[in-house]
């Protein structure tokens, strides 16, 4: 995959300061829990402050795009199932133009952190079922009060984007 626009070639490997975790669920007669963060399993100045959960309909993509301040932590537990892609997209990162590719949710819990500059998006690969994806991220939507811009830059709104999920 080439970046168009600014002559990346990018690479599939691993990206500096995405953290993928396994989640594991623990199952009973009422059903499971599953800790989907903890902050002392976190690096230390990264701390969330709001949390919301998102719904996806089946083969339905969410993005991709980028953030310039905020890191997400995503948590894919179930239902659904998901494949996630990401791009290092900062120019000052050792793994700049490298993508990652990752398949979570109900047959693969994870939480997933996503700094600030790494492109990211993802597609409910489920045939049927509804996906539910949790999100804690560092910094509030719209910022305090929801009086400041989205801290977003949509990739999919691109024409000519080299962030593509096929």
């Known amino acids: 995959m080439k970046n168009e626009k600014s002559d990346t070639k ?10 993928i975790k396994k989640l594991v669920k623990f199952p009973d007669r009422r059903g499971f ?12 100045d990264l701390k969330p402050v709001m949390s919301y959960v998102s719904y996806t309909e089946p083969g339905i993509i969410r993005g991709p795009h980028e953030h310039i301040e905020q890191t997400d932590i995503f948590a894919f537990v179930g239902p659904g199932n998901f494949h996630l ?12 133009g490298t993508w990652l ?3 979570a949710g109900r047959d693969n819990p994870l939480t997933v952190v996503i700094p ?8 409910n690969v489920s045939s049927t079922e509804r996906g539910m994806v949790l999100n804690f991220p560092n910094r509030l939507y719209m910022g305090w ?22």
């Open 10 to 19: 990018w690479s599939k490997g691993q990206i500096d300061g995405v953290i």
């Open 33 to 44: 829990l599953c800790e989907t963060f903890r902050l002392d399993e976190l690096p230390p």
């Open 85 to 96: 892609k990401l791009w290092d997209n900062r120019k000052e990162s050792a793994t700049y």
């Open 101 to 103: 590719e990752i398949f």
């Open 116 to 123: 600030p500059g790494v492109v990211h998006g993802y597609q």
């Open 145 to 166: 009060g929801k009086k400041e811009a989205v801290d977003e830059i949509r990739h999919e709104d691109e024409a000519e984007s080299p962030f593509q999920m096929d």
